[in-house]
């Protein structure tokens, strides 16, 4: 399905994700991997893992590194090194989708050679977009999915929502989750940014170095988009053309 392009796209973060199996998890791996992709990726943050111990009269915990997260020295990009798999993020501004797949298939293939993941299990796409409304006039005008309610719970309008809808999309061989937010706008307020979170996912079983990885996630662009357009209005969607 055709969509057009958005120059002025509302994306506040893109993320591309794949979860895989480990046969060895090591903080040797952490650091060969950030050694590979330096010096590009250099501001380092560890990921932490909270793990508890239950005994008859007591509870211990300990924190253990599961993954690192670089962030790229002058674009607003993340890589992260998970033993549960790999992801990349992509801030404002987003750029194109050519873009954000080919730096994130070049990382995939480090972390694949270093980590040699036994398999691919899950692939996810999540993109968060803000968008501007006019809480003066009819939210209906920019959003297509809002709450009803009778007049007498609301009988001055909704002044903040949040709904959140799970489905199953068979044509994509696909899942996904859409969450969508309004926060609590002050009185005076005429415009607020409304959150517009779409996550859809695919689980399969793939080997690490298979290309229908990239295949399936051209797959789950296409849908998120199918979403994000049946989500806004015609006028929303021409203002980020």
């Given at each position: 399905?055709?969509?057009?392009?958005?120059?002025?796209?509302?994306?506040?973060?893109?993320?591309?994700?794949?979860?895989?199996?480990?046969?060895?998890?090591?903080?040797?791996?952490?650091?060969?991997?950030?050694?590979?992709?330096?010096?590009?990726?250099?501001?380092?943050?560890?990921?932490?893992?909270?793990?508890?111990?239950?005994?008859?009269?007591?509870?211990?915990?300990?924190?253990?590194?599961?993954?690192?997260?670089?962030?790229?020295?002058?674009?607003?990009?993340?890589?992260?090194?998970?033993?549960?798999?790999?992801?990349?993020?992509?801030?404002?501004?987003?750029?194109?989708?050519?873009?954000?797949?080919?730096?994130?298939?070049?990382?995939?293939?480090?972390?694949?050679?270093?980590?040699?993941?036994?398999?691919?299990?899950?692939?996810?796409?999540?993109?968060?977009?803000?968008?501007?409304?006019?809480?003066?006039?009819?939210?209906?005008?920019?959003?297509?999915?809002?709450?009803?309610?009778?007049?007498?719970?609301?009988?001055?309008?909704?002044?903040?929502?949040?709904?959140?809808?799970?489905?199953?999309?068979?044509?994509?061989?696909?899942?996904?989750?859409?969450?969508?937010?309004?926060?609590?706008?002050?009185?005076?307020?005429?415009?607020?940014?409304?959150?517009?979170?779409?996550?859809?996912?695919?689980?399969?079983?793939?080997?690490?170095?298979?290309?229908?990885?990239?295949?399936?996630?051209?797959?789950l662009r296409e849908l998120k988009n199918f979403i994000f357009f049946s989500?806004?209005?015609?006028?929303?969607?021409?203002?980020?053309?």
């Open positions: 399905m055709a969509h057009p392009h958005l120059q002025q796209a509302p994306i506040m973060e893109a993320v591309l994700e794949v979860r895989c199996v480990l046969s060895e998890e090591s903080s040797e791996l952490l650091a060969e991997f950030e050694r590979r992709v330096q010096p590009s990726y250099a501001d380092k943050r560890e990921r932490l893992c909270l793990q508890l111990s239950l005994a008859e009269d007591d509870a211990t915990s300990t924190k253990q590194v599961d993954g690192l997260l670089l962030k790229h020295e002058s674009a607003p990009q993340i890589v992260q090194a998970r033993f549960d798999g790999f992801a990349f993020s992509r801030m404002r501004p987003y750029g194109q989708w050519c873009e954000l797949r080919e730096e994130a298939s070049r990382l995939w293939a480090i972390y694949r050679d270093v980590f040699k993941p036994n398999k691919v299990v899950r692939l996810g796409l999540r993109y968060i977009n803000t968008i501007e409304v006019n809480v003066k006039s009819d939210l209906s005008e920019t959003l297509r999915l809002l709450p009803t309610l009778p007049s007498p719970v609301a009988p001055s309008g909704i002044t903040s929502f949040t709904l959140r809808v799970s489905a199953e999309y068979p044509d994509f061989e696909a899942a996904g989750n859409l969450l969508e937010h309004l926060p609590p706008v002050p009185p005076e307020a005429e415009t607020a940014q409304a959150l517009l979170d779409i996550d859809v996912y695919m689980h399969l079983d793939l080997t690490p170095d298979d290309s229908a990885i990239w295949t399936r996630f051209d797959q989500s806004v209005t015609p006028e929303a969607v021409r203002r980020f053309v």
